[in-house]
T-cell receptor
Framework: GENVEQHPSTLSVQEGDSAVIKCTYS??????FPWYKQELGKGPQLIID?????GEKKDQRIAVTLNKTAKHFSLHITETQPEDSAVYFC?????????????FGQGTRLTINP | GAGVSQSPSNKVTEKGKDVELRCDPI?????LYWYRQSLGQGLEFLIY????????KSGLPSDRFSAERTGGSVSTLTIQRTQQEDSAVYLC??????????????FGDGTRLSIL
């Protein structure tokens, strides 16, 4: 089955700098890769996703890149702000009885230092 | 509200008691998922419902866990004879179902379950 590894587990950056979180996956059939942001006491919130037919997707200060050959994908946050502080999860889909299931990484705790 | 709604938000109970957790998905979403998140950990898949198909229960950790989805909408997750290791946040998500394409899952804020 699918296995998703996420690094680093914690990341601390200065406000205004960029942050990069990386994930690898094992199932070459995976074709959907979402990223979630989870704030304390809240459920995960989808912030961006990418499908395997593109290599990069951007939404304002957030971008995701995908390398299908190497089976890894990354989240890039530019011009970081204190409100970016949260736990971030990557995920990859895997087939489940004809439907779709997500397998999640272990999360990255991002801290933005003012 | 248009999001996924879960209740209760917090539940404290004694070891050995049964608990029931509720999830109200986004209207029109035919797929519903339950996950468990232990303290500081990632999300562990528990069970999946899609329309009238038989649910996939492959992630349930023991036969003390069960779930149902009535009328294709609201779902309840039941844990019988609770143990301390069941303490976690239980998250529910829902999504549309695409034809061979994964659809974004939208999460509720979870139920924080504490077993004394």
């Amino acid at each position: 089955g699918e296995n998703v590894e996420q690094h680093p587990s914690t990341l601390s950056v200065q406000e205004g700098d960029s942050a990069v979180i990386k994930c690898t996956y094992s199932d070459s059939a995976s074709n959907y890769f979402p990223w979630y942001k989870q704030e304390l006491g809240k459920g995960p919130q989808l912030i961006i996703d990418i499908r395997s037919n593109v290599g990069e997707k951007k939404d304002q200060r957030i971008a995701v890149t995908l390398n299908k050959t190497a089976k890894h994908f990354s989240l890039h946050i530019t011009e970081t702000q204190p409100e970016d502080s949260a736990v971030y999860f990557c995920a990859a889909n895997t087939r489940l009885q004809g439907a779709q299931k997500l397998v999640f990484g272990q999360g990255t705790r991002l801290t933005i230092n003012p | 509200g248009a999001g996924v709604s879960q209740s209760p938000s917090n539940k404290v109970t004694e070891k050995g008691k049964d608990v029931e957790l509720r999830c109200d998905p986004i209207s029109g979403h035919t797929a519903l998922y339950w996950y468990r998140q232990s303290l500081g950990q990632g999300l562990e898949f528990l069970i999946y419902f899609q329309g009238n198909s038989a649910p996939d229960k492959s992630g349930l950790p023991s036969d003390r866990f069960s779930a149902e989805r009535t009328g294709g909408s609201v779902s309840t997750l039941t844990i019988q004879r609770t143990q301390q290791e069941d303490s976690a946040v239980y998250l529910c998500a829902s999504s549309l179902v695409g034809q061979g394409a994964a659809q974004p899952q939208h999460f509720g804020d979870g139920t924080r379950l504490s077993i004394l």
